[in-house]
């Protein structure tokens, strides 16, 4: 019979994508068939699933820990900010409509069919499903219709651990505060507690974790101390990636744009050790040592790149060309690079056009069809293959298409400017990809790194599941699962 168990946070990101990573990877490895779930997300960083459609990228990661290519059903509602107030809401993988936040309230009630449809479909199939809360469920203003945490768990009887980050403090107020503001009923599904993120000796907390306990009433699974190699893994949220990290060499800067989306790009170049890639805050100038600038995805092109401009960054951009330097733009970044970006039915705002940066010669049109599909193909360039996915509305055209970025299935793919010094693709996810990434590089003139990214990845789930193994007891934790 079928299991289930779920974690909770006692505050939004104390850890719980990272957790139930470390979880299912632990139960693969007792023998069990596990799969991730989490009912709602909110993330403009996705992946693009087996079928056809997409969800969080913290899913995609849970689902690689579970030895399982990802589904729709591990994350049946997908909230994608377009603005401070609203968001696209996407239903098992598909677009549903765009809505703002206080209207999403209203429709939450009639989603719960739906999480229920797909959390039952994965239950199905495999011996355990690892649940992951959003938030907090200490947010009880917004319990009414809730599908992502306690309203999830009370509909499908599902245990629940509440874990607290202890490196932000606070974390008995954390822990004992959920249980005081939480109804009877909420309370009764959670099954004890565990703490996250601890820095130094771990027994300096026994008083605070003995207390916990006694207050509470509730069993504690232990402490996990501050898992460091954490940075291997996939970012879920943009305030997780690192502003700069210390490798040498060659200088890679991403504009950080206020609705950056699938900036997984960025992860591998992270990683490798001649490369000093550094995320431009807003605010701040280009510097003008960098070799190559990426500009990434986003979720409103419009309004990004208008946000662009508000920085200045255009103007660093015209004088970085002009040095001789590189630019990439990916998806949104490539729709900003063109001369202009026409939205004629408001797809992703108010109606319009907006002119674009002109460093590559091509135009954007929106429109309402959305390319959701994994591609392999050959970069033009070096013609090295390539791996990736499109995740992205909008079609562009021009001059500069006569020489592609790729080719995917016989077709041009992408643009390049005459002089070779300004790139454009729609296609996420190609640095994973160690030859290529190493083609790619070395053709600008950087001397990248040899190194398998996704065995990095893999072996970093491997440790982060020995980790937890160490610190706590994962045993009782799953035998709480029914």
Known sequence: ?????????????????????????????????????????MSNNAAVTSDGGEIGRAQALQAMACGL???????????????????????QGKRLTTTRARDYARLKSSLMASVLDSFNRLKSQYDLVIVEGAG??????????????????????VPVI?????????????ILGTQLVLPDEDNAMIAGFLINKFRGDVSLFDDGYKLITERSNWPGFGVLPFFKDAVKLPAEDALDLPTETRGGGYKIV????????????????GLDENIA?????????????????????????????????????????????????????ICGGYQMLGKVIRDPDGIEGAAG???????????????????????????????????????????TEGPDRIRPFAHIDGQAEGAIS??????????????????????????????????????????????????????LDVAGLLRLAR
């Open 1 to 41: 019979m079928s299991k289930a168990v779920m974690i909770q946070g006692a505050g939004s990101n104390v850890g719980k994508s990272m957790l139930v990573a470390g979880l299912c990877r632990a139960a693969k490895r007792r023998g069990l068939t596990v799969a991730p779930f989490k009912p709602q997300n």
């Open 69 to 91: 290519e990802p589904h729709t059903d591990m994350n049946p509602i997908l909230l994608k900010p377009e603005t401070d107030t609203g968001a696209q809401v996407v239903v």
């Open 136 to 157: 907090s469920p200490a947010e009880v203003n917004l319990r009414a219709n809730d599908i992502a945490n306690m309203g999830f768990a009370c509909a499908a009887d």
């Open 162 to 174: 509440l874990a607290g980050d202890i490196d932000r403090g606070g974390v008995i107020a954390q």
């Open 254 to 269: 991403c504009l950080g744009l206020s609705r950056i989306a699938n900036f997984d790009d960025l992860d591998p170049l």
């Open 277 to 329: 890639l550094r995320m431009l805050k807003p605010g701040e100038v280009l510097p003008a040592d960098t070799d190559l600038v990426i500009i990434p995805g986003s979720k409103s092109t419009r309004g990004d790149l208008e946000f662009l401009r508000q920085q200045g960054w255009d103007i660093d951009l015209l004088a970085h060309v002009r040095r001789g330097g590189h630019v990439l733009g």
């Open 353 to 395: 056009e907006t002119p674009g940066l002109g460093l590559l010669d091509v135009e954007t049109i929106m429109t309402s069809d959305k390319h959701l599909t994994r591609i392999t193909g050959q970069h033009s360039q070096t013609g090295t293959p390539i791996e990736g996915y499109e995740i992205h509305i909008g079609r």
């Open 418 to 471: 005459e002089n070779g010094q300004v790139m454009g693709s729609y296609l996420h996810g190609l640095f994973s990809a160690d030859d290529f990434r190493g083609a790619f590089l070395n053709a600008l003139g950087a001397q990248a790194s040899t190194f398998a990214y996704g065995s990095m990845v893999d072996e970093t789930l491997d440790a982060l599941a020995d980790h937890m193994e160490t610190h």
